[in-house]
């Protein structure tokens, strides 16, 4: 079980916490639209193995509309944070 500290739980403006996918996917993508973010934030996701398997192992499902902390805290790990 891998244990964040403090610091690695928040840095800057995205802390470690539930977010909206859409929420998510405009961090990554402030400059297309809601849609388009999401369109490319699950693609990002599909594509990068290690993470979808993550994910996947952490009980997420593609139609789930909310990351939970532990899924966002992969997110951040394997794409960074937005």
Avoid at 43 to 67: E, T
């Amino acid at each position: 079980m891998n244990v964040m500290n403090e610091e690695e739980t928040y840095m800057g403006e995205w802390p470690v916490k539930p977010y909206y996918k859409r929420d998510l996917a405009m961090g990554y993508a402030p400059d297309i639209t809601p849609v388009a973010a999401l369109n490319r934030l699950s693609a990002w996701i599909h594509h990068h193995k290690p993470l979808y398997q993550a994910l996947l192992d952490s009980g997420y499902a593609d139609r789930q509309r909310i990351f939970n902390s532990v899924q966002v805290g992969l997110i951040f790990h394997y794409l960074g944070r937005p």
